[in-house]
């Protein structure tokens, strides 16, 4: 059905054929020629990730976005093709590059954030946590199962009292009173992508007695009744094709074993969003690309005005022009920083750029697009109105639009604004 991406051949290119263009003739779906920026591997990968969302997720998102239905089978389906953490090497994942996994992720945002959301903290969060500070016992233990989509991940940083300010979390971990080796973690995380359905919890807490912020894998089935909740977030206006929730936990019991050796403090947290974040600005850029699909198709098949297509219209060609130029740009400010990013050059302040301009210019554009279908844009069928909802979150989290300024601000000046 789909080659994985462990089985991978250069010879399924047809989505690569479809964007690249060997004369000087401008191909509007590849107006920059990105695609000849990447390997034959990672058009192969883009062309794998491709089939899948769009013959299997596409089909799906309408039902799911409408009632906050996510189907968890979708995770198991994307280790099945090798989607999931798809740069780590070993562990039954696929050790790709970073363009790699951005292509990944700009399919999977194509049909929609919510899917590629729940990918993200799966892949990025939970499994790039464990892979870059887990002891070896733990990466076995977990990172196996979570190629496959078989364990589940969620990712508890934020707070009820602390979106912004991580730094001033009140989880606490405190040395269980009567068994040796233990925690007792209590605290509350909320808007956690996976976390009703999640089967391990990367939860961050300070320890009682050094204030230091550490890392602790939390096994739902190993969780005494009444010590951790899981509550769904319902009614969102925004990724309502993924599932949300909370992280409630009541003097929860967690081994020693399963707390992060070495990393402490804010960099653990901090390098898992930066992988997340790097993604984020891949995946908007394929959901903008969605969009001036859907637009073009409408602009050229309705009709206004004397029997004119809505395309004939100047302010609707600089709709679709302002959008592709932007959605171009950002392609290409993604390479540079994934190329970068593998040769370890790339400091976070690069990823904060382009998660911040192509969060922005997505949902820019996004709403300029959703113009042309007028009140049309209302109906969820023509897909618009839900990437749009769905941007205006992607702006929002893992570092809000405003917060990667000030991260930006700071390196520029020297400067410390936040406080």
Same mark, same amino acid.
């Given at each position: 059905?789909?080659?994985?991406?462990l089985?991978?051949?250069?010879?399924h290119? #047809?989505?690569s054929?479809?964007y690249?263009? #060997?004369? &000087?003739?401008?191909?509007?779906l590849?107006?920059?020629?990105?695609n000849?920026?990447?390997?034959?591997?990672?058009?192969?990968?883009?062309?794998?990730? %491709?089939?899948?969302?769009?013959?299997?997720?596409?089909?799906?998102?309408?039902?799911?976005?409408?009632?906050e239905?996510?189907?968890?089978?979708?995770?198991?389906?994307?280790?099945?093709?090798?989607?999931?953490? /798809? +740069?780590?090497?070993?562990?039954?994942?696929?050790g790709?590059?970073s @363009?790699a996994?951005?292509?990944?992720?700009?399919?999977?945002?194509?049909?929609?954030s919510?899917?590629r959301?729940? =990918?993200?903290?799966?892949? &990025?969060l939970?499994?790039?946590g464990?892979?870059?500070?887990?002891?070896e016992?733990?990466?076995?233990?977990?990172?196996?199962?979570?190629?496959k989509? $078989?364990?589940?991940?969620? !990712?508890g940083? +934020?707070?009820?009292?602390?979106?912004?300010?991580?730094?001033?979390?009140? +989880?606490?971990? $405190?040395?269980h009173?009567?068994k040796?080796?233990?925690?007792?973690?209590?605290?509350?995380?909320t808007?956690?992508t996976n976390?009703?359905?999640?089967?391990v919890?990367?939860?961050?807490?300070?320890?009682q007695?050094t204030? $230091?912020?550490?890392?602790?894998?939390?096994?739902?089935?190993?969780?005494?009744?009444?010590?951790?909740?899981?509550?769904? @977030?319902?009614?969102? #206006?925004?990724?309502?094709?993924?599932?949300?929730?909370m992280?409630?936990?009541?003097?929860?019991?967690?081994?020693?074993?399963?707390m !992060?050796?070495?990393?402490?403090?804010?960099?653990?947290?901090?390098?898992?969003?930066?992988?997340?974040?790097y993604?984020? /600005?891949?995946?908007?850029?394929?959901?903008?690309e969605?969009c001036?699909?859907?637009a073009?198709t409408?602009?050229?098949?309705?009709?206004?005005?004397k029997?004119n297509?809505?395309?004939?219209?100047?302010l609707?060609?600089?709709?679709?022009?302002?959008?592709?130029?932007?959605?171009?740009y950002?392609?290409?400010?993604?390479?540079?920083?994934?190329?970068?990013?593998?040769?370890?050059?790339?400091?976070?302040? =690069?990823?904060?750029m382009?998660k911040?301009q192509?969060?922005?210019?997505?949902?820019a %554009?996004?709403?300029?697009?959703?113009?042309?279908f007028g009140? %049309?844009s209302?109906?969820d069928e023509?897909?618009i109105?839900?990437?749009?909802?769905?941007?205006?979150?992607?702006?929002?989290?893992?570092?809000?639009?405003?917060?990667?300024?000030? @991260?930006?601000?700071?390196?520029? +000046?020297? @400067?410390?604004?936040?406080?």
């Amino acid at each position: 059905m789909y080659r994985p991406l462990l089985q991978r051949s250069s010879k399924h290119l #047809n989505l690569s054929r479809r964007y690249s263009s #060997n004369s &000087s003739v401008f191909n509007w779906l590849d107006p920059l020629a990105s695609n000849k920026l990447f390997t034959q591997e990672e058009l192969a990968i883009q062309e794998t990730a %491709n089939a899948y969302c769009q013959e299997r997720m596409l089909p799906r998102v309408l039902d799911a976005y409408r009632y906050e239905n996510y189907d968890r089978k979708i995770l198991e389906e994307m280790g099945e093709v090798g989607l999931l953490g /798809a +740069t780590i090497k070993g562990y039954g994942c696929a050790g790709v590059s970073s @363009i790699a996994s951005g292509l990944i992720a700009r399919e999977v945002e194509r049909v929609d954030s919510g899917y590629r959301s729940g =990918m993200s903290v799966q892949s &990025s969060l939970v499994m790039g946590g464990i892979d870059k500070f887990g002891t070896e016992e733990q990466k076995d233990r977990y990172l196996p199962g979570m190629a496959k989509g $078989k364990i589940l991940g969620a !990712f508890g940083l +934020t707070e009820p009292n602390h979106g912004s300010d991580p730094g001033s979390m009140e +989880t606490v971990a $405190k040395p269980h009173p009567s068994k040796k080796d233990y925690f007792l973690i209590s605290g509350s995380k909320t808007w956690i992508t996976n976390s009703p359905i999640a089967d391990v919890m990367l939860v961050w807490a300070k320890l009682q007695s050094t204030g $230091k912020i550490r890392g602790f894998l939390i096994d739902r089935a190993a969780c005494p009744p009444g010590t951790l909740e899981t509550p769904d @977030i319902k009614n969102k #206006n925004g990724l309502r094709a993924s599932t949300t929730g909370m992280i409630q936990l009541d003097e929860c019991p967690v081994p020693k074993e399963n707390m !992060f050796p070495s990393i402490e403090g804010l960099k653990g947290p901090f390098t898992c969003l930066n992988s997340a974040r790097y993604g984020i /600005a891949w995946g908007t850029m394929g959901a903008l690309e969605d969009c001036i699909d859907r637009a073009r198709t409408y602009a050229l098949e309705r009709k206004q005005f004397k029997g004119n297509p809505l395309a004939k219209y100047q302010l609707v060609q600089k709709k679709l022009v302002d959008a592709l130029t932007d959605a171009a740009y950002g392609i290409l400010a993604a390479t540079q920083v994934g190329r970068l990013m593998d040769e370890g050059r790339a400091p976070p302040e =690069m990823i904060s750029m382009i998660k911040r301009q192509n969060c922005d210019r997505a949902l820019a %554009n996004a709403r300029k697009l959703q113009e042309i279908f007028g009140g %049309n844009s209302v109906s969820d069928e023509y897909g618009i109105g839900r990437h749009v909802a769905n941007l205006f979150v992607t702006q929002t989290y893992e570092g809000q639009s405003d917060i990667h300024s000030l @991260i930006l601000g700071r390196a520029i +000046t020297g @400067i410390q604004a936040f406080a």
